[in-house]
């Protein structure tokens, strides 16, 4: 395969360098598009008000062009200006943390995943359920034999295939289970601090309640050690409200 890989955690990410091993083992064509810098939480946004820069990175056993810019600035440069010939796939990851429920919203990882699937290309986003870098091939050659096996011409366009990996080794994970992503969503707050000039400061934190999780979705799977897969498609729009909105009368009142 013709293979574009992108991240959200930067060109030098372990989990990316994982996966293009994995695809290199496996004989693929691997073209890296990714972004310099760490981009988690931005979602599907993009560069709009400056120039889009680049660095080559030629190493004994990498090669890949480093984006000063988005995830998604990386998927849309590399489609429309940068590759000779269209991908057969792309793989977006391997993300350090999950990627579950409302994370899709926030995560730069999806958003890369996204808009290569609006270009109706075949797609994975691929995360790990770890909060410090560790050793990934295995889980990048297992995501790999995934992208080979999955018949991406039965789905419907503009689908997103997104995977995520239980933390610990790959061995000790419990199977592969084709879920829903969970309804919870975050529970989130604000840690104040001041600089030394005295002047205040926050820090995100927070998490999804475990109480508010539901039974057989993505995060509950994920958390009891299976690799979760989950297709995903970005129409928004809620039938069932539009079908209430288009039983009322809207005319504005006198």
């Not at 990410?13 to 981009?39: F, K, N, T």
């Not at 366009?157 to 933390?167: G, K």
């Amino acid at each position: 395969m013709n293979v574009l890989i992108t991240n959200d955690d930067g060109i030098r990410a372990p989990g990316l360098r994982a996966l293009y091993q994995a695809l290199r083992e496996r004989g693929h064509d691997v073209h890296v598009v990714a972004p310099m810098r760490q981009q988690s939480g931005v979602g599907h946004s993009l560069t709009v008000f400056e120039p889009l820069r680049a660095l080559q990175f030629d190493e004994a056993d990498f090669h890949g062009l480093g984006i000063y810019g988005t995830p998604t600035d990386c998927v849309k440069l590399a489609l429309s200006s940068l590759l000779e010939q269209r991908p057969d796939i792309v793989l977006s990851g391997i993300n350090l943390g999950p990627n579950c429920g409302p994370d899709i919203l926030y995560s730069g990882t999806v958003g890369a995943a996204t808009e290569a699937c609006h270009e109706n290309l075949p797609t994975m986003a691929i995360s790990d359920d770890e909060s410090e870098p560790v050793d990934l091939l295995e889980k990048a050659r297992h995501a790999v034999r995934l992208a080979e096996t999955i018949d991406f011409a039965q789905f419907p366009p503009r689908r997103v295939i997104n995977v995520n990996y239980p933390r610990g080794p790959f061995a000790s994970n419990k199977g592969v289970r084709v879920c829903a992503q969970t309804t919870a969503v975050w529970k989130n707050g604000y840690l104040e601090r001041r600089d030394p000039r005295g002047n205040r400061y926050w820090w995100l934190e927070g998490e999804i309640p475990p109480e508010t999780i539901n039974q057989g979705s993505d995060r509950d799977l994920l958390t009891r050690g299976y690799v979760t897969v989950t297709p995903l498609y970005f129409d928004f729009t809620d039938q069932e409200s539009l079908d209430l909105l288009d039983g009322m009368d809207l005319a504005p009142s006198k």
